[in-house]
């Protein structure tokens, strides 16, 4: 079955403290990863997929095939990274293509 | 374009009333995807469309959900006979894709279901 893990709803940080969100899926297949971000009262957007392989807003992550992980990553976190993150995969699965997300997580970055 | 658009962001309706939403999707996207999303909870797959076709309907949609694109632009997602537990946001997002190049979402803001 096609599952996308996000096993902490919550996570509160200082400023400056090193930020990691956990993802870990379940998938036959090659999927392609994403990290979706949704600031307050902003609608979601993609903050960035694997493929790219991009740095965006100091985030990074790293898809481990062996691990099924997708890990999303911030040496320093700021406070405007307080948003809601929400894992996500696609692939072709039975000849189509869909979105699964995980159940978000909420980052806290305290002053 | 002012990207994904929504309506009505929020819909308030009795228990067994029918409700019809409807989504603009940004102008060149080819596919269209809904999302119902609960508190606390992720989006959550119910269909999506390639041009005006629709591919895919989650396994877990009842039959009172049913939803249309019919010229390949705009798509309504029509709930029948709504119950409590319909009480959602309803999100839809575009995306264009080519080849095989699975291709971002660009999300609405979403329309409230609440079902008194």
Redesign the interface.
């Known amino acids: 079955a096609q599952r996308?893990t996000?096993p902490e709803?919550l996570l509160s940080v200082f400023k400056g403290a090193p930020v990691e969100l956990k993802c870990n899926y379940s998938y036959s297949g090659s999927p392609?990863l994403f990290w979706?971000v949704q600031y307050s009262r902003q609608?979601?957007?993609?903050l960035l997929?694997h493929i790219s392989r991009e740095s965006i807003k100091g985030f990074t992550a790293d898809l481990n095939k062996g691990e099924t992980s997708f890990h999303l990553k911030k040496p320093f976190a700021q406070e405007e990274d307080s948003a809601m993150y929400?894992c996500?995969l696609?692939?072709e699965a039975s000849g189509?293509?869909?979105?699964?997300?995980?159940?978000?997580t909420r980052l806290k970055v305290l002053a | 374009d002012t990207g994904v658009s929504q309506d009505p962001r929020h819909k308030i309706t009795k228990r067994g009333q029918n409700v019809t939403f409807r989504c603009d999707p940004i102008s060149e996207h080819n596919r269209l995807y809904w999302y119902r999303q609960t508190l606390g909870q992720g989006p959550e797959f119910l269909t999506y469309f390639q041009n005006e076709a629709q591919l895919e309907k989650s396994r877990l949609l009842s039959d009172r959900f049913s939803a249309e694109r019919p010229k390949g632009s705009f798509s309504t997602l029509e709930i029948q006979r709504t119950e409590q537990g319909d009480s959602a946001m309803y999100l839809c997002a575009s995306s264009f894709v080519q080849g095989a190049n699975t291709g971002e979402l660009f999300f609405g803001e979403g329309s409230r279901l609440t079902v008194l």
């Not at chain 1, 609608?43 to 993609?46: D, Y």
């Not at chain 1, 189509?96 to 978000?104: E, V």
Request: proline share 0%; charged share 20%.
């Open positions: 996308v996000q709803k392609e979706y609608r979601l957007q993609l997929r929400y996500a696609s692939g189509t293509y869909k979105y699964i997300f995980g159940t978000g």
